[in-house]
């Protein structure tokens, strides 16, 4: 009786190789894809934020002229000090710091600087 | 000469189905790597116009930014070709609108501009709004 076996030659060994490599390229291809696609609605994101709180800022601007022009309430977190009028406004992670130097009903910008928030991690020592 | 003709059928049968097996298998597995390829290019396509749109409507945020007084030019449509340069409408792939809305202050004008960049079939791609302080309504500075 004649035994009844799979006859796989070396072409089938050929073509799985390829398609198990293929397989690979492609899952790195999509792994590609949605890292960027993560990466760039991360950046949209951000920028987002920082002129949100850029928009603030430009908002205690009004009000801070206001109250140097006609004598209005200034903005809440408005520290005054001598000359120079600050705040420091944070908003969805970023941190905006202004100073100003004001000279009657006029001012100068002396400092507008945004800047991401961030918590150093201190925890543990790198060379130990 | 009857069990020689059964044994070559058997035979062929016996080599036939693991092939044709496999071929099928082989051609399913090209299928599904050539669907999950199509479908990681036109996420890459996605991402890339997103970014794009993300970086026009800054581009153009700063430009209103800079402004000392609202300009009638913020107010147009831009529209922008393949390499995401200024184009016509005909060669446009998507394009920028620009909304302006300002309010008047007790001591100047906020000026508030919402940049849309949107795809050449209307759909919303990135927003950003930009608010700037015009003290005495920009007069000064113009």
């Known amino acids: ?128 | 000469m009857a069990d020689s003709t059964e044994n070559n059928s058997s035979y062929r049968l016996s080599f036939m189905v693991p092939v044709v097996l496999f071929v099928l298998f082989f051609a399913a597995c090209c299928g599904v790597i050539a669907t999950v390829f199509l479908r990681a290019a036109a996420e890459t396509e996605r991402a890339e116009q997103y970014s794009a749109a993300v970086q026009l409507c800054r581009n153009q945020a700063e430009i209103c930014r800079s402004r000392a007084f609202p300009e009638a030019d913020d107010l147009q449509t831009l529209y922008f070709g393949t390499d995401f340069a200024p184009a016509s409408p005909e060669d446009g792939i998507c394009y920028l609108t620009i909304a302006q809305e300002l309010t008047e202050t007790e001591s100047g004008l906020l000026c508030k501009n919402t940049i849309t960049a949107h795809t050449m079939d209307g759909a919303e791609l990135y927003c950003l709004e930009v608010l700037r302080y015009l003290p005495d309504g920009g007069e000064a500075a113009a």
């Open chain 1, 1 to 128: 009786m004649k035994e009844k076996r799979f006859h796989i030659g070396s072409v089938a060994v050929l073509f799985s190789v390829v398609a198990v490599c293929m397989a690979i390229f492609c899952t790195l291809t999509m792994m590609t894809a949605i890292s960027d696609a993560k990466s760039s609605q991360r950046y949209g994101e951000h920028l987002q934020a920082v002129y949100r709180c850029e928009n603030l800022g430009q908002l205690w601007l009004s009000q801070v002229d206001a109250h140097l022009k006609t004598g209005a309430a200034l903005p809440e977190n408005t520290v005054v000090e001598g000359s120079t009028i600050r705040t420091e406004i944070i908003s969805g992670g970023i941190r905006l710091e202004i100073l100003l130097e004001a000279s009657g009903e006029d001012y100068t910008i002396r400092r507008w600087s945004c800047a991401t928030l961030w918590e150093s991690e201190d925890s543990w020592s790198l060379w130990q």
